[in-house]
C-alpha cells in the first residue's frame, strides 16, 4: 500500500480506527475523518510513532451535515491529486428520533446521504487513480429491512431498530448500484458486514442501550474485536485477489448473500434520484 492514498470516515473508534492503524502498517498515506479532534491527533501519533507513517492527516466532520461533507471533499481534494481506495465506514444508530442540520433523519443522514454525497464529490480523484477501490460497510442487520426509507423520516413512525437496518440496506444498495454504473471504469465497489463488534456504536444512546447491543452479540457467541471486524476490510482495500471485483458483498473475506430487496435494481435507482435530490446534486454530472 505505500503511495497509496486511503479515505477512512469515522476513522477514530472501532472497525475504523483499527482499518486505519492496519492500513498505516502497511505504509498507506491516510486521511482520517471523524468528528473528534482529540482521538484523531492521538491516532496520527500513533500511526506515526508506530509505523513511521509519516502521511497521516486528521479532518474533522460530521457525515449526517451536507455542508460539512462539501466541506471535507474541497479540503481532501486539495490535498490528494488521487484516491486509491475510499472507505465509508461512519454510522450511528439513535433509539430516539432526531433530524440532522438538513432536516433529514439522522441515521439515514449519517449512514447513508454523507457517504453518497462525498463518494460522488470525490469520485473524479477515484478516477484519476491507476485502479481505485470504493468500500462500504453495512450490516447484517439489512436483512430485515424493507426498503421503506421515508417511513421512519418523521417522529410519529419512528423505530430505531427498523431505521438503523434500512440506513445499512441502503449502503448496500449504494454500493451495489455505484458498481453498476461505474462498470468498465477503473473503479470498483463493494460492501462489507463486518460482523458483531464490540464497538462504541450505540454508546450515544447511553451506556444501558450500548449495553444491549454488546450484550446482543456476546450471548450469540459472535461478539469480535475492531481489529478483527476491520479484517475484510483491509483485504478489500489491500489484497491483490480483490483487484477488479466489484458490486459484491463480503463478510470474513467471502462473498456472501444479500438479501432480496438489496438486489432490487429498480428500488436501487429510485434510492439512487431520491439521494441525488436529497443532497441537492441533481444537475451534477454522475455516473449513469
Known sequence: ???????????????????????GRLQADLILVGR?????????????????????HFMRADLSVQREVRELAVAIRNRCARIDVLINNAGARFDAFRQSADHIESTFATNHLGHFLLTLLLLDKLQAAESARVITVASGAHGGARGDFERFFRAENYDRKAAYGNSKLANLMFAYELARRLRGTKITSNAVDPGGVATNLGRNNGFMSWMRHIGYYAL?????????GAETIVFLASSPVAEGISGKYFFRKREVPSSLISQDEDAARRLWESSLHMTGLDDRPVPG
Open 1 to 23: 500500500m505505500k503511495g497509496k492514498t486511503c479515505v477512512i470516515t469515522g476513522a477514530t473508534s472501532g472497525i475504523g480506527r483499527a482499518s486505519a492503524l492496519e492500513l
Open 36 to 56: 473528534n479532534e482529540r482521538r484523531g491527533a492521538e491516532l496520527v501519533r500513533r500511526l506515526q510513532r508506530d509505523h513511521s507513517c509519516a502521511n497521516a
Open 220 to 228: 450469540k457467541r459472535e461478539l469480535i474485536s475492531s481489529r478483527k
